[in-house]
C-alpha cells in the first residue's frame, strides 16, 4: 500500500470524534452536505406566455430558441391514443404518419428524411400521440413544410396495409407478448390482468381497419384544435413564429372534441398472481394496481410519499432494502403513472436470480406496509422534497426545447400552466402526515396484482430465505456456473 | 507546475463549417492547438498536483453538467478478476468515514480487523491450493472448496461485517446529490475509464467536489458481499441477451492478446474479488493526477479553479499508474467463428482491426461505418435478402478506443438460407469501399455523423463524456480534430483505409447458425 494513503486509513481509523476535523485530514473538506450552507437555486423557468402562439385554426404552439447546438425540433402532442376508438384504429393512424404524407411517393419521404440526417418518430400512446421530427438547422423550414405536410394529409392507403396491428410474434413470444425482454414481458402481463377488456388493455393483434376508418380518426385526432406544438432550436423565434404560422395556414379541422374521460378500473381482494415462463437467468416482477386519478390537492404528497418509497434506481427504500442491504437485485424501483382523463397504474418493478425473486417480493410488501404505518424521517422528506423541486421539475425547464415541450404536453392537458407553477410551492408544503396519509390512499397491498416471468420452477422452487446476501448459497449450489 | 490552456472557436453555422481561429493562451508550455471549426470552447487547467479541470462554459445554463474520470478501466484487470474494475465503481458508492456511518469511531476498528482476517484468508487459500485444488482444473475435478481454517477465517469475516453493519447507512453517496437537486447520477466503467457523473444547480457544484474528493480518498469497503451480487445480477442481465455469448465468443476471436476484447467477467470471477486486491486497484488508480474533471454549464473556468483547488488542491501526486503493456499483434490469417445456437438469429459479421483514437486515420472509419451501413442495406435489398444491417465499431459496450479496435460489419438475417448471399454482400460492399465509393454517399454519411454530433453537443451531459472520454483515450484536444477530420475525409480516404484494413488476413468472419443445418445450408453457412 502506498505509504500516504496507508497512513490516512489509520489515522481515519483511530480519529476518535468518528468524524474528521472540520478542514479536514491535511486540508480536506470533509463537511457534511447537510452543513455546507449549499445555496437555493436562482432558477427560473421560462414565462410560457412568451413562447406561446396561437393559430387562426386554434393550433397552439411553444417556440423556444435552443442554440446549443445548430439543430430544430418539432414536436406534436396529439390529444388521440390507442385508446381512442377500435382496437388497432390509432395505430394505424401512426403508421400513416409513418409512412409520411399522401402527395409523396413511397420511400420519397424516407429519402428525404435520409437527405437531412433527420430523426422521425411516431409514438402512439393510449391516450395521446407525440410525433417529432428533429434536424439540423440549415434544413430547418423544408422540415417544418414537410412535418406540416405529413400532419395534415399522411399516407393512408399505403399505411392500411401496412398494418397498424402489433407485428406478428417471434418464436419466443406467445399471445402477443414479448418474453425476449422479460421486463416487458411483466409489464405486459400486469396490465393485461389489470385493464382486461378495458380500453387501455385492447391491442389491435391482426385487426386492419380500412383506409376510410383510419382517415377518418385522423381527421377526428390529428387536428389543429386537438394537438400542441413544440418548435425549439438554434434560430430567430420571430423568423420561428412567422414559419409555424406560414407552414400550418389553412389547415382547418373540427373544433377539439369533448374529451374522452374513461371509466376506472379496480383490482380486487386477494392479491393476484400471473406467471409466464421464460429461460431466462432472472426473474422479473411486477407487483401493483390501479392508479385512480389524482386531484390536485393529493399530488404532492403522492409524489414525496412515491419518491421515498422508490424513486428510480436512486436512494430510496425500496432501494436499500433489496440491493444495497441485501444484494438481491440491481434495482427496484416504483413507477408512479398516471392516466390523462383515464386510469392509470402504481407499480413496483425488479428482477433477481432465481433464488432471490420470492424474497424480492416479500421484502417489497414489507416496504408497502411500512410506508402506510410509519411517517418518513426527516431526511427521507428532505431528499425527496429537493429531488422534485430542484431536481425533476427544475429538468423539465432548464433548456429551450425541454420547456417547449412541457409547456405543449401541460397545454394540451389542461389549457393552463397552473398546476406546474404551483408544484414547487406545494411540494414544499407536505408533511410528514400528509405522506402516511397518501401511502393509505394510494397503496393498497392487500389487493396487488403480481406479475412474475422467468424461470418459474426455479423461483418457485426457492426458499424466501432472510439469508443476505445469499453468496454463499450461491455459490454452494453452482447455481452461478448457469451464467456461463 | 500548473498549466492552463483555453482554446476559442466560433460555432460553426448551418452548412458552413467555419474554421474559427484558435487562441491558445498557454502558461508553463502548453503547446498552442490547431484550429478547428467545432463549436468547443474548452477551456483547461492543471493543478499543481496533476489534477486536469476542463470547463466548457455555457454562460446563463441554470445547471452544470460535471463529470470526474479516472484513467482506469476493464484493461487493467487481471485474468481470473475480470469485471474488478466495473466492481471497484460498485464499491465507491459505499461511502466514507464522513458518509455512510452512523459511528466511524465504533466502526472503524471492525474494518481494520478485516483487512487482517482477509489478509490471513487470502494467505490460507495460498496455502491450502493443492487441498482445494482452484488453480484452473476442470470444474469436475476439483476437490473440496474449502479447508476448516478457510471455514473459520471466513466465518469471522462474515461476523465482522455484521458487525460493522450496525454502523451503516446505506445510500449516502447518492442520497445528497438527490437532495440538492442532482440528476443523472450515474457511473460507468469501460474498458478504459471510469467516470461519476451528475447533473447539479450550477450554485451547488460544490457538492460535487466535496463528494467527489472523499469518494476518491476515503471510500470504505461496505457491503461487499451484497455488491458482489449485484455484479452477478448485471452479468446475468447482459447475458439475458442470447446475443452476448456470441459477441463475446467474437471479440475473443478478433483479438488474441489485449485486454479490450475481454469480457465483463466469468461467474467463476465474481467468486474471487477481494478486498485487499480491490484496494490496490483503488489504490494505484484513484489518485490525483490520473484524474480529470469536467464541467458543462453556467460555470466558469475562473470560478472553478479555486473550487477545486480547495477541494483537491490538498492531494499530493502519487507515482504515475500503471499502463497495460499489451499491444495486439496484427493478425496473419483469417479467423472463422461457426456459431451454433438456437436462440438467436442467423448472422454473418466480418470484422476488421482498425487503429485507436489518436491515429490520424481512425476518424475515417466512422465514415466508413455509415457508408458501409448504406450500401450494405442497399446491396441486400437489390438481392432480395430481408436482414438488418449494422456497422460499428463496438467493442463490449464501447465504440472508440485508445487502442486498436474494430469495425464489424454485421447482417442480422431473418433466414438462415441467406447466410451464403449476405456474406456476398459484405465481401461487395468491401470491394465497393476499396474502391472509393462516391460522392454523394460520402456526403451523407459525413452530413448523419454531423448531425448525430450536434446532439451529442446539444447536451451537456453526453458532451461532457465524450471529451472526458477523449482525455482517457488520447488527450481532450484531440476530440475537435476528430470531427473534423471526418468531415474532410474522402472517397480516396476511405479507399485508402479500406485497402490497408480490409484485407482477409486481418479479418474475422462471424456465422451464426443453428445447431441443426437446415437443408442446402453448409457447415460454414455457404
Known sequence: MRGWRRAAFIVLAITGSGILPRGGLSGQVTTHPREMNLPAPDFERPDPDELRIELDNGLVAYVARDDRAPLVTFAAFVAGGSAHGEPGLMGSVGAALRRGPEAMAPGAFAEALDRMAALYTVQVGREETEIVLEVGAEDAWEALDLFAEVLRAPGFEAASRGGGARPAGRASSAGGIDYESSLAGAVTLFEDALYGDHPFGLRGVGSVPSPADVQAAHARHVAPANLTLAVAGDFDPDEARRRVAAAFDGWSGPDRPDPVTFSEVETAEPRTVVTAAADKLQGWVVIGHELPRVPLDDEAALHVMDYVLGAYHLDSRLFRESRELRGLTNDNSSFLEPGVRGPGSYTFRTYGRPEAVRLLVDVTFRELERIRETVPTEDEIFVAKGALVDGLWADRYATGLDAARSYAREWLRHGDHDRSESYPDRIQEVTAAEIQEAARRYIHPERMIVAVVGPLDEIRAADAIEDEPQLDRWRRTGSGEGGG | ?526
Not at chain 2, 168 to 195: F, V
Not at chain 2, 291 to 307: A, H, K, N, W
Not at chain 2, 353 to 364: A, Y
Not at chain 2, 455 to 460: C, E, G, I, N, V
Open chain 2, 1 to 526: 507546475m500548473v498549466r492552463h490552456v483555453e482554446i476559442q472557436t466560433r460555432r460553426p453555422r448551418a452548412g458552413f463549417i467555419t474554421r474559427a481561429l484558435v487562441a491558445a493562451v498557454a502558461l508553463g508550455g502548453a503547446p498552442p492547438v490547431a484550429a478547428q471549426g467545432y463549436d468547443l470552447p474548452i477551456r483547461e487547467h492543471v493543478l499543481a498536483n496533476g489534477l486536469r479541470l476542463l470547463v466548457l462554459e455555457r454562460p446563463g445554463d441554470p445547471r452544470v453538467a460535471a463529470k470526474i474520470f479516472t484513467d482506469m478501466g476493464a484493461i487493467h484487470e487481471t485474468p481470473g478478476l475480470l469485471g474488478a474494475a466495473h466492481f471497484q465503481e460498485h464499491i465507491m458508492f459505499k461511502g466514507t468515514p464522513t458518509l455512510g456511518t452512523s459511528d466511524w469511531e465504533a466502526e472503524a476498528p471492525i474494518r481494520e480487523r478485516m483487512w487482517e482476517v482477509e489478509a490471513a484468508l487470502i494467505e490460507e487459500k495460498n496455502r491450502a491450493r493443492n487441498t482445494i485444488r482452484r488453480r484452473g482444473v476442470m470444474d469436475d475435478f476439483q476437490r473440496a472448496e474449502s479447508t476448516p481454517a478457510i471455514d473459520s477465517l471466513e466465518a469471522e469475516l462474515e461476523a465482522l461485517e455484521r458487525e460493522a453493519a450496525r454502523y451503516r447507512e446505506s445510500g449516502a453517496m447518492k442520497r445528497w446529490y438527490q437532495a440538492y437537486g442532482g440528476t443523472g447520477l450515474t457511473a460507468t466503467t469501460e474498458q478504459e475509464y471510469m467516470k461519476f457523473d451528475i447533473n447539479l444547480p450550477v450554485e451547488r457544484v460544490d457538492l460535487f467536489l466535496r463528494l467527489e474528493a472523499d469518494r476518491m480518498s476515503n471510500t470504505v469497503f461496505r457491503e461487499f458481499e451484497q455488491e458482489r451480487m449485484i455484479l452477478v445480477e448485471q452479468r446475468y442481465g447482459d447475458l439475458n441477451n442470447p446475443s452476448t455469448p456470441y459477441y463475446e465468443q467474437m471479440n475473443a476471436l478478433a483479438g488474441v492478446v489485449h485486454p479490450v476484447f475481454w469480457p465483463e467477467g466469468y461467474p467463476t470471477d465474481f467468486y474471487e474479488y477481494t478486498r485487499t486486491g480491490q484496494r490496490e486497484l483503488y489504490e494505484e488508480y484513484f489518485v490525483v493526477n490520473n484524474t480529470t474533471l469536467v464541467f458543462i454549464g453556467g460555470v466558469s473556468l475562473e470560478e472553478m479553479i479555486p473550487r477545486v483547488e480547495r477541494y483537491f488542491g490538498w492531494m499530493e501526486p502519487a507515482p504515475e499508474p500503471t499502463r497495460t503493456p499489451a499491444v495486439e499483434p496484427r493478425p496473419a490469417a483469417e479467423r472463422r467463428l461457426i456459431y451454433r445456437n438456437d436462440d438467436i438469429e442467423p448472422r454473418v459479421e466480418f470484422r476488421y482491426q482498425i487503429p485507436g483514437v489518436g491515429h490520424p486515420d481512425r476518424p475515417v472509419f466512422d465514415v466508413v461505418a455509415e457508408a458501409a451501413s448504406r450500401h450494405l442495406a442497399e446491396t441486400l435489398s437489390e438481392e432480395d435478402v430481408a436482414g438488418r444491417v449494422s456497422v460499428n465499431t463496438r467493442v463490449v459496450h464501447t465504440s472508440r478506443f485508445g487502442v486498436p479496435g474494430t469495425i464489424n460489419l454485421e447482417v442480422t438475417l431473418s433466414d438462415e438460407s441467406d447466410l451464403a448471399a449476405a456474406e456476398e454482400a459484405l465481401e461487395a460492399t468491401v470491394g465497393w469501399l476499396k474502391a472509393g465509393p462516391d460522392a454523394e454517399t460520402v456526403d451523407r454519411a459525413q452530413k448523419t455523423l454531423r448531425t448525430d454530433w450536434y446532439r451529442t453537443a446539444r447536451d451537456a451531459n453526453a458532451l461532457a463524456f465524450e471529451i472526458g472520454h477523449f482525455q482517457t483515450m488520447d488527450r481532450w484536444q484531440t476530440l475537435p480534430l476528430y470531427l473534423e477530420a471526418r468531415d474532410d475525409a474522402t472517397p480516396e480516404d476511405i479507399a485508402r483505409v479500406t485497402r490497408i484494413h480490409f484485407v482477409p488476413d486481418n479479418r474475422s468472419v462471424g456465422i451464426a447458425r443453428s445447431r441443426t443445418a437446415r437443408p442446402g445450408v453448409s457447415e460454414d453457412g455457404s
